[in-house]
């Protein structure tokens, strides 16, 4: 029998621009809360939660950017390990969703070649708002070869699923 308390460990990082929602997802799926007003930054550099995998133990290291969303202030060290990156945008905000190719650039040239990478647009409970389409988004999120998800961090929406499908992703390609 293993010494480990889980049977696989994998490092999820969040990336994308300020303000679209990176730590409220991560808070939403750790703590199950969606934290009041402003100010969600954790303040940890990562939140463990271990998850069950058809009866396989998975703990997921899971990295915040908190205030480090301008690019190249992410470096190297940042990505480095990361086995999946979650790239989020907030579909009510275009520019967030014009920025994906500089964070694609980042991304080739500093996490590994063989992370996944999942597209999440984010804030579809504020619908009435949105400037991104469904369409487009996933137009670019083929083009790229990544899997899109839309999410509410702050109704719940898909949070879980991106999280445990991730998990199933990354044993089937462990
Ligand atoms: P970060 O800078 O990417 O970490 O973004 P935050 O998690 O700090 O969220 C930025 C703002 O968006 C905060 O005011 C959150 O309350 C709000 N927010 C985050 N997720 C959602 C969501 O799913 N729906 C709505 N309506 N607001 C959200
Ligand atoms: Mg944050």
């Known amino acids: 029998m293993s010494m480990e308390d889980y ?3 994998f490092k999820i990082v969040l990336i994308g621009n300020a303000g679209v ?3 409220c997802l991560v808070r939403r799926f750790t703590q199950g809360l969606f934290p009041p007003g402003q100010g969600a930054t954790i303040g940890v550099d990562f ?4 998850v069950d995998i058809n009866g396989e133990k998975v703990k997921l290291q899971i990295w915040d950017t908190a205030g480090q969303e301008r690019f190249r202030s992410i470096t190297q060290s ?4 990361a086995n999946a ?3 989020t945008y907030d579909i009510t905000c275009e520019e967030s969703f014009r920025c994906l190719p500089e964070w694609l650039r980042e991304i080739e040239q500093y996490a590994s070649n063989k992370v996944i990478t999942v597209l999440v647009g984010n804030k579809i409970d504020l619908a009435e708002k949105r400037e991104v389409s469904q369409q487009r988004a996933e137009e670019f ?4 070869n ?6 509410s961090a702050k109704e719940s929406d898909n949070v879980e699923k991106l999280f445990l499908d991730l998990a199933c992703r990354l044993i089937s390609e462990a």
């Not at 999120?141 to 790229?144: I, K, N």
């Open 7 to 9: 049977d696989f460990l």
């Open 21 to 23: 929602g990176k730590t």
């Open 47 to 50: 939140m463990i939660k271990t």
């Open 78 to 81: 940042y990505y480095r390990s």
């Open 85 to 87: 990156l979650i790239l």
């Open 141 to 144: 999120s083929e083009a790229q």
């Open 146 to 151: 990544m899997y899109y998800l839309e999410t």
